[in-house]
């Protein structure tokens, strides 16, 4: 059981290029998000979906797309890399809140870490 | 809205000794609260979770956590420190309704001295 999938594990960027960081999860989650990871900052919350062909801003959704046309997968697209977008990226999902069900927990990927020079 | 402290950055202990890790939380409404642990170039992982009930929580790896209102607290302990226990552990908070979108805390790096 694969669980949540995260490619490319290390990426170097030029400032300027665009690249997409793909998530795959095979739980069946409807729940699904992307955060990054800065030291001494914690996870701050970059997009997340709620179903196939439904995505929303978090905290810090700037210079970052999504799109979510399957309940797998929910790549996230960077335009124009910037050195602030030096990272660790975190895909996660979750169950929705239903009765019996797992609620409230997240399941991470192992995270992708980006460099822009 | 909603917001999570973590007193310190760093801790040490001494294996065998207790852990003691801070979170304070602020929340408009009845938050959910969970506990994650994060290894070297690894993923959060869920220790332990409040979402309704009892207020003292048991997790994985021997750690329990204690809710309380009153103090809008959530600590995380551990009686007896081992090494393997060395990792960042963060706490977060969400609404506790269906969108789920949880709030972490900056993180806590747990030292292990032997």
């Known amino acids: 059981n694969a669980g949540v999938t995260q490619t490319p594990k290390f990426r170097i960027l030029k400032i300027g290029q665009s690249m997409t960081l793909q998530c795959a999860q095979d739980m069946n989650h409807n729940y699904m998000y992307w955060y990054r990871q800065d030291p001494g900052m914690g996870l701050k919350l970059i997009y997340y979906s709620v179903g196939a062909g439904i995505t929303d801003k978090g905290e810090v959704p700037n210079g970052y797309n999504v799109s979510r046309s399957t309940t797998e997968d929910f790549p996230l697209r960077l335009e124009l890399a910037a050195p602030s977008q030096t990272s660790v990226y975190f895909c996660?999902?979750?169950?929705?809140?239903?009765?019996?069900?797992?609620?409230?927990?997240?399941?991470f990927g192992e995270g992708s870490r980006l460099t822009v020079l | 809205a909603q917001s999570v402290t973590q007193l310190g950055s760093h801790v040490s202990v001494s294996e065998g000794a207790l852990v003691l890790l801070r979170c304070n939380y602020s929340s408009s409404v009845p938050p959910y609260l969970f506990w994650y642990v994060q290894y070297p170039n690894q993923g959060l992982q869920l220790l332990l979770k409040?979402?309704?009930?009892?207020?003292l929580v048991k997790g994985i790896n021997g750690f329990e956590a204690e809710f309380k209102k009153s103090e809008t607290s959530f600590h995380l302990t551990k009686p007896s420190a081992h090494m393997s226990d060395a990792a960042e552990y963060f706490c977060a908070v969400s609404r506790g309704d269906s969108s789920y979108k949880l709030i972490f805390g900056s993180g806590t790096r747990l030292l292990v001295r032997p």
């Open positions: 996660a999902s979750s169950y929705s809140k239903q009765e019996g069900a797992n609620t409230g927990e997240l399941f």
């Open positions: 409040y979402t309704t009930g009892a207020t």
